[in-house]
């Protein structure tokens, strides 16, 4: 794999990986129409807002690294209970 491609994979980066997956699958499964899978597009379209706005107020605030790590999402997460997306 090469090294733009593996950035969007690492669980560090990207916190939308699952996301992101889902909607690929849907993609596959409906043979790419689009409108099968629009369900799919707005809960990756949230988790990307949700964890963009965690960065931007991490940065606002001098926290490195900007975006948390995939630990700390986890524990974020639990904290919230759940996917608040």
């Known amino acids: 794999m090469n090294?733009?491609?593996g950035k969007f994979r690492d669980?560090?980066?990207?916190?939308?990986?699952?996301?992101?997956?889902?909607?690929?699958?849907?993609?596959?499964h409906y043979n790419y129409d689009k409108n099968m899978c629009g369900a799919y597009f707005q809960n990756y379209k949230r988790c990307r807002s949700y964890w963009h706005n965690i960065m931007l107020q991490r940065r606002r605030d001098?926290?490195?690294?900007?975006?948390?790590t995939?630990?700390?999402r986890q524990e974020m997460l639990a904290r919230l209970g759940g996917k608040p997306y």
């Open 3 to 5: 090294k733009p491609a």
């Open 70 to 72: 995939a630990a700390e």
């Open 62 to 68: 001098g926290v490195k690294p900007d975006m948390p």
């Open 11 to 28: 669980q560090d980066i990207n916190p939308c990986i699952e996301e992101g997956d889902a909607s690929q699958k849907c993609m596959n």
